[in-house]
């Protein structure tokens, strides 16, 4: 089975660190192929997709974003972490971890507010 | 970037009928072999659910009401016959490069 959850701080104030990790279970990063994407949605709104890391530390990013994102993985603990730096009310949103490539798994979410 | 737009952006469905949205993509997204469009279901709270795979590939699980065509730049997703529990927001998705964007959405409401 597979199942995957996001944490973070909740609160942080403009131009703070976010730091979130998806911790999954049912799968592994070691397994040829595997990996596991972040994805965020403000309230009401769309998607946006962030980064992504695979099996072989392939790290992709939104080009949008790419210079405040860092995407890093723990094998062994089958962890996934995501870094945002300098955040601001912009980056108020859900977000979500998935397995990656096919998008077939997610998490609940984890609910990120910035605000001074 | 590739822009994904959905059409409508709503609409409502009588129970039993079809549900019909629309998926244009800014450049082609498709090989001879496989179209990179995936499609997905959001209700409130939730995270989005797969529905469908590489345009027409029926996620596992995944009742066959749900369809999905179409290549190149056009997609089309159908839902028949809807149920109550369709209501939700769909979204289309493509994952031929980098960055990976998805579709404005469209909200389906049960008549």
């Known amino acids: 089975q597979v199942t995957l959850k996001e944490s973070g701080p909740g609160i942080l104030q403009p131009s703070q660190t976010l730091s979130l990790t998806c911790s999954f279970s049912g799968f592994s990063l070691s397994t040829s192929s595997m990996g596991v994407s972040w994805i965020r949605q403000p309230s009401g709104k769309g998607l946006e997709w962030l980064a992504h890391i695979y099996w072989d530390d392939d790290k992709r990013y939104n080009p949008s974003l790419k210079s405040r994102l860092t995407i890093s993985k723990d094998t062994s603990r089958n962890q996934v972490f995501l870094k945002i730096t300098n955040v601001d009310t912009s980056d108020t949103a859900t977000y979500y971890c998935?397995?990656?490539?096919?998008?077939?798994?997610w998490g609940q979410g984890t609910t990120l507010t910035v605000s001074s | 970037d590739i822009v994904l737009t959905q059409s409508p952006t709503s609409l409502a469905v009588s129970l039993g009928q079809r549900a019909t949205i629309s998926c244009r993509a800014s450049q082609s997204v498709s090989t001879s072999n496989y179209s990179y469009i995936h499609w997905y279901q959001q209700k409130p709270g939730q995270p989005p659910k797969l529905l469908i795979k590489y345009a027409s590939n029926l996620e596992s699980g995944v009742p066959a009401r749900f369809s999905g065509s179409g290549s190149g730049t056009d997609f089309t997703f159908n839902i028949h016959p809807v149920e109550e529990e369709d209501t939700a927001t769909y979204y289309c998705q493509h994952n031929w490069e980098i960055p990976y964007t998805f579709g404005g959405g469209t909200r389906l409401e049960i008549k």
């Open positions: 998935t397995r990656s490539p096919s998008f077939d798994y």
